[in-house]
């Protein structure tokens, strides 16, 4: 019995060593909703104090986070790659966004400015897809690539 009892015990460590890691898995693809904004900037100047540098450097390609994604402005500047999930309307391809403001709308994970939402379509779908409350999206997060521009204060 007292040698079953540190097997026992490393196996029990182990297995929680894997649940936290795959519970804290920050690159998974997760589902979600996003919504529209027919602004650049989704909310306005944005919360995380980028502003126009934002547009500047990733194209206008943003986002406002619910809390999930903005995790009280620890998810300013992270970006992410995302695509929605209807076939009919949506490219494959996807957008990467960064993000750059919060908003507290509880029923969708992101609001997207208008070139990232619209970059969601497939080519003459876009105002189809801006016609709708809010839309099936697969997300995940990625290393941001700002073309040696830095957004640091």
């Known amino acids: 019995m007292a040698v079953l009892l540190p097997a026992l015990s490393s196996c029990i460590l182990l297995l929680l060593l894997l649940a ?8 998974c693809v997760r589902q979600g909703k996003a919504a529209y904004s027919p602004s650049t900037i989704p909310t306005g100047g944005g919360i995380c104090g ?4 934002a547009v500047e450097t990733n194209g206008g390609f943003l986002a406002a986070g619910g809390p999930r994604q903005h995790r009280g402005g620890l998810g300013c500047g992270r970006c992410f790659q995302m695509r929605c999930r209807d076939a009919k309307i949506c490219s494959s391809r996807g957008v990467r966004v960064v993000l750059t403001d919060f908003h ?9 400015g208008s070139p990232a939402f619209v970059g969601l379509a497939k080519p003459g779908m876009a105002q189809q897809l801006t016609r709708l409350d809010a839309l099936s999206i697969e997300y995940k997060r990625i290393p941001c690539d700002y073309n040696g521009k830095n957004l640091s204060y």
């Open 104 to 112: 507290r709308n509880n029923r969708t994970d992101f609001l997207l």
């Open 50 to 53: 980028y502003g126009a540098m």
């Open 20 to 27: 936290s890691r795959a519970s804290a898995c920050e690159r």
